[in-house]
């Protein structure tokens, strides 16, 4: 069989990560095509990264063997029942839309219709995402491969058992980017409040997020011992770490992800 052609329908912020991360990883660029209602960006995609765009996303449905759906959760079902059908035969439909269900994608596009939920991030964009995967029953093997190819180019995928779940994943992987980057603004600001200039504590704040990250992946023990090994006894670390405790830093985190798991439940039910 050739390689597969991936259709990216919707060529925002995500798609637009997954494709650079797809190229970065060596895929062709005649192997993905991507349609989007706006000219501007799809040109600009177009001269970046070298792909075939489409305004029609018709053309895409009938030539991609893999198509990801990679528009706002609200337009989903406008852009699924769209879709001419029949569209191109054995073709893999992947969801990256926070929120969607496989039983609404199969009302919309076919209850045949093989499907797969992904909850990328776009850290992807640097082949370092990380994504959860659940297939529904009429996925094959080779079909679940292919998906997984295709996320495993822009860093690791997890399968899921549950496709509950997914909410869990978009509250700690999809979403997790930005607090992290909630967390290097809000120590940037305090670099510069303790009086560095705003570059010197930009790059203090992102190498050192860099580096705990790559330290915390590839160790042996666990962050919190990684952390315990930071806290000198009556040093300087113990001291911001007694002023998060006081605030009740893991309670926030708590709070937070459980009002992004709600709102993804909240979107499948308003959206179904
Ligand atoms: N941004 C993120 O970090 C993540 C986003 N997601 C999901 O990815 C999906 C896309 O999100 P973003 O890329 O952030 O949004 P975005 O707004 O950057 O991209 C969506 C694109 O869809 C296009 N579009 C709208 N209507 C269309 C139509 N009828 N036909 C073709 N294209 C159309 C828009 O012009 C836009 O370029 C969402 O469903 C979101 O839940 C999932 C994981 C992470
Ligand atoms: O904020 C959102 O709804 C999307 C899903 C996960 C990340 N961004």
Not at 5 to 27: C, E, K, P, R
Not at 103 to 116: I, M, Q, Y
Not at 209 to 232: C, Q
Request: one cysteine or more.
């Amino acid at each position: 069989m050739t390689a597969p052609t991936i259709g990216f329908i919707g060529a925002g912020n995500m798609a637009s990560s997954l494709i650079g991360g797809l190229l970065q990883q060596g895929v062709e660029a005649s192997r993905i095509m991507a349609s989007d209602l706006n000219e501007q960006q799809l040109a600009d995609l177009a001269r970046q990264a070298g792909i075939r765009t489409s305004s029609d996303n018709g053309e895409l449905a009938r030539e991609c063997d893999v198509l990801v759906l990679a528009v706002k959760p609200q337009v989903m079902r406008a852009v699924c029942q769209a879709l001419p059908r029949p569209r191109k035969p054995g073709q893999l439909v992947i969801s990256i839309a926070a929120g969607i269900t496989c039983a609404s994608l199969a009302r919309w596009l076919g209850e045949d219709t093989p499907l797969v939920r992904c909850m990328p991030n776009t850290p992807a964009l640097r082949g370092r995402g990380v994504s959860g995967l659940y297939a529904s029953d009429l996925v094959s093997a080779q079909q679940k491969a292919l998906a997984e190819d295709i996320l495993n180019a822009v860093g690791i995928s997890l399968w899921l058992e549950q496709e509950d779940l997914i909410h869990a994943v978009t509250a700690v992987s999809g979403s997790g980017p930005a607090y992290f980057f909630y967390l290097m603004e809000a120590m940037t600001d305090a670099g510069v409040q303790l009086g560095l200039p705003r570059d010197v504590a930009e790059r203090l704040t992102l190498h050192t997020a860099l580096g705990a990250a790559d330290m915390a992946v590839h160790s042996d023990v666990d962050p919190a011992e990684l952390r315990r090994r930071v806290t000198s006894p009556n040093g300087t670390t113990e001291q911001a770490i007694k002023s998060f405790t006081k605030d009740d830093l893991p309670g926030m985190v708590a709070r937070a992800m459980e009002a992004a798991a709600e709102r993804s439940a909240d979107l499948s039910r308003e959206l179904a």
